[in-house]
């Protein structure tokens, strides 16, 4: 942890510096295509270049759902967040919304009472999707609003956010709710396109792990790390720790 608050760029590039220090070669490309079928593995890249390797270590992370909004863009960092987690301490005794009706949204929004003196949750229909257990949570919370049957259709601000414009989707009326931040919660889906179904992937569509190792997938010698094979914490820590696992299983791999 850092006794003063850090961006997250600046532990990325920290953590880059000590990994070229160390012999880490960087390839800065998109991989296209892989193919497994044989030995060596090949990664075809954007540019045209095919690496050949032994194992490979997919770690490719997952995209936060956003509203694809034109006024999204302009506030993400700077009021509109896809992480409670990560974003939560900036919005103390601050008014903020979160965007969604599943379990992610009520984690989200049950955490951000820690925070903030008000949270609002926005869902489109009139009832959750969340188990209900979760759902009887944020319905019995002092500090939560639940709105109903509304979509955001435009986010306000000089700078940061001020307001959020909804519509209400049985008359479409709209209306206009003043608040700080806004949490979307709508999902995340894994990058996983580029496998094009090469590995075994779990029910919500990230890489399935576990087969031999920890970080093993389907495809012996190939291994998934983070965010990729991960639909339940999604953390910059819990990631790094199934990096380490990763290069260990691909070390022994290779010994093997």
């Known amino acids: 942890g850092f006794g003063d608050v850090i961006q997250g760029p600046w532990l990325m590039e920290q953590m880059k510096e000590q990994a070229v220090k160390v012999g880490t070669q960087f390839h800065h490309d998109i991989v296209n295509s892989v193919k497994f079928d044989d030995k060596p593995f090949l990664a075809e890249t954007d540019s045209g270049i095919t690496f050949n390797s032994k194992t490979i270590i997919i770690a490719t992370g997952a995209q936060a759902r956003w ?18 987690t990560c974003d939560g301490f900036f919005f103390k005794e601050k008014i903020v919304a979160v965007v969604g009706g599943g379990d992610s949204a009520m984690e989200e929004a049950l955490f ?28 019995n919370h002092e500090q939560i609003e639940v709105v109903w049957n509304k979509t955001v259709e435009k986010i306000n601000g000089d ?13 479409e009326t709209t209306s206009e709710l003043e608040l700080d931040g806004v949490f979307v919660a709508i999902g995340h889906d894994p990058n996983v396109k580029f496998l094009d179904g090469l590995v075994e992937l779990d029910e919500k569509g990230y890489i399935k792990t576990g087969f031999t190792t920890e970080t093993s997938t389907s495809v012996p010698g190939v291994f998934a790390a983070g965010d990729v094979a991960d639909s339940l914490y999604r953390q910059a820590i819990t990631a790094a720790g199934t990096g380490c696992q990763a290069a260990m299983d691909v070390e022994r791999w290779l010994d093997h």
């Open 112 to 139: 951000l009472t820690k925070f903030a003196s008000k949270v609002y949750v926005i869902h489109r229909r009139d009832q959750f999707r969340a188990s209900q257990i979760m759902q009887d949570r944020v319905l």
């Open 67 to 84: 509203l694809n909004l034109e006024s999204e863009n302009k506030f993400k960092g700077f009021g509109i967040s896809a992480c409670a």
């Open 159 to 171: 700078g940061s956010v001020s307001s959020i414009e909804l519509k209400d989707v049985e008359n």
